[in-house]
C-alpha cells in the first residue's frame, strides 16, 4: 500500500509543477487572468492532495522508523 500511495504522490507532485510552469507561461504571455486564477486554484487542490498523500506514506510506513 505505501508504494501505491508514494507513487501517487510523486505523479500529483509531478502534475503541481506541470500546473504551475503553465500558470507562469500564461502570467508571461499576458493570459486571461480568469485561467490564471483557475491554474491557481487546481495548484492549491493538488498541493493539499500532495501533502495528504505524503502524510499517509508517512503513516502506513510507520513515519521512517
Known amino acids: ?3 501505491v500511495t508514494t ?6 507532485m509531478g502534475l503541481v509543477a506541470l500546473v504551475l510552469v503553465r500558470g507562469l ?3 508571461m ?21 500532495a501533502v495528504l498523500l505524503i502524510m499517509l ?3 502506513i510506513t510507520g513515519g521512517g522508523r
Open 1 to 3: 500500500m505505501s508504494t
Open 7 to 12: 507513487v501517487l504522490a510523486v505523479i500529483v
Open 25 to 27: 507561461i500564461n502570467m
Open 29 to 49: 504571455r499576458a493570459g486571461d487572468a480568469n485561467r490564471s486564477n483557475k491554474l491557481m486554484q487546481a495548484r492549491v487542490l493538488l498541493q493539499a492532495i
Open 57 to 59: 506514506t508517512l503513516w
